[in-house]
């Protein structure tokens, strides 16, 4: 862990959009302005977001501040009523969340969603669902395409389950595993989608302090080899603090804070926001 | 290693539907020649063999999309129909009995995809159980379609009267001399020339059993699987919802419009009413029964609960009421964990030394 934390930390000014060093090239992921409205309840206001194409960014915030919301419009599961939402450089307006997914957003969810019924292997392999592709004539047929394509989509799942040392499990049912393998899988299979952009929902849920510790290592271990962005929501500080070179707070759907573990720490906001104001007098 | 032998075990489970077929069919065959089925038996084959495709069919929508399907007979009925017709326009054309039964079946089959191609591309799109309301009323609708269709055959090609007001008959075809009626509207079909053979339904049952298993088995398939299991996780890795929704529901019936059709050429006369309401429902106990997505399972339970009415039959009245309660114990046993936990105790005590292989 401690390794990772020399190298890797980039300090940034609290005022720059996340994460400053990428500015110049084309950030991954871009909101500008993004909101949305349920029935003139304001979920998400005045979102402005960035985060470069190797950022590990965090998002942070009190229950219900709509940080899944933010979730749910970048994957177009919602889709934003005010803002636009770039990522890579491409607007994504009217765009559907499989197109989205074929654009480069992978996530993962906070109630896990796992294909329970079937093998760990197959989730993996729906994961690659477009990125080994063969019609279903041929599937059917079982032309040449269909066993190369499933060949090299089973070597590619057992080396995507190696991330996480699961290759034993890769026979198992999914819904079988143990709460923290189904948290592992749900990770390789968004993985498996060939991400620019990773979205973990709560990755450290449920999980001791031994496997958090594990997962704060295999997240950065990602993003070194993927060479990709992750944005996590966690409620578990020590991993936000650990591993999140920029962090965005949410409060009541509205950014209240961005900035380093340190400045995040320190923002008396922030501390408002999570201790409210009566415990901070008392 | 622990993965080769989930590769074997799937693959496995498959042979092993193959070979329980082709075994069936070899032993079957065998009794027939040496005599040992009598005629009320020997009449049972094709339809068995059509209900069997049948029931698979249905396994794919019910059990592996997780959709509910209550027209499934309409598609049975647009391949009958429509294979009756091509079969009886070809009978000059094509004398040989074989060729023209497949011609038959393929357009039974294709007729019927076309049906489940329009009835999905409105319905597939929706979530909830549309696909169960729509499904309904399309075989309710085919069935009095067909019910007011008048089709001949001449030497001018084919005749069609849609007779909607009820106020017309054969005449009204003006077949010439040597033509004939083909459909005879509320009549149904009528002086079909019977070709489907106990093959045929052998040779189909194959057809449908390699298809649906290696779909299973296969990315679309897959893709399938996991809309079923989480539409929305479904989504966020990309796979397309309503494409391989659409992909299943269309072999689906594809298949079905050929068992249809294979059945409407086993007898030289048929209706409509006949694809009711109630022969989806017949179809959907034995998905049900047989297991939702288990192929074998379907292919018992078509099997031993077609023909067991027949069989009964010599109980006479008591024969319903055996076949309702045979039903109704194996719905409870398979599908009450509480009752399956008694019967689990009560059994493996008998014999405690096998217990461990009684689940």
Redo the contacts between chains.
Sequence with gaps: MKEFQKGKMVPMPSTALIPERDLGKIPVLECIHVGIEFGGLKAVEDFNFTIGKTEIAGLIGPNGAGKTTVFNLL?R?YTPTHGTIMIDGQDTKGK???QL??MGV??T?QNI???????V???V???L??R???T?AS????LPS?WK?EKE??ERA?ELLSIFDM?????LKAGNLPYGAQRRLEIV??L??EPKLLLLDEPAAGMNPNETGELMENIVKIRDEFQIAVLLIEHDMKLVMGICEGICVLNFGKIIAKGTAEEIQSNPEVIKAYLGNNSMEG | MKKGLKINKTATKDYITYLVVIAAFIIITFMNRGGMLNKRMQGLLVPVCCYIVMAISLNLTVGIMGELSLGHAGFMSLGAFTGVVVSQSLITAIPNDVIRLVISLAAGAVVAAVGGFLIGLPVLRLRGDYLAIVTLAFGEIIMDVINCLIVGHDSEGLHVIFNFRGDKTVADLNLAEGGSAIIKGAQGAVGTKTIATFTAGFIIIMITLFVVLNFVRSRSGRAVLAIRDNRIAAESVGVDVMKHKMIAFVISTTLAGMAGALYGLNFNMISADKFNFNTSILVLVFVVLGGLGNILGSIIAATVLYILPEVLRGLQDYRMLIYAVVLIVVMITTNNPKVRGLFLKIIPKRNKTEGGEAQ
Aim: a positive charge; zero cysteines; glycine letters at 6%.
């Design positions: 994957t599961v559907t969340t499989v997914s074929k992978a996530r969810f969603r796992l294909f329970s019924d079937m093998t292997e197959d989730n392999r729906v994961g669902h477009n080994m592709k063969y279903t599937g059917i047929l079982r269909y394509k989509s089973h057992m290759q034993d499990m890769a026979g299979r968004a498996a989608t």
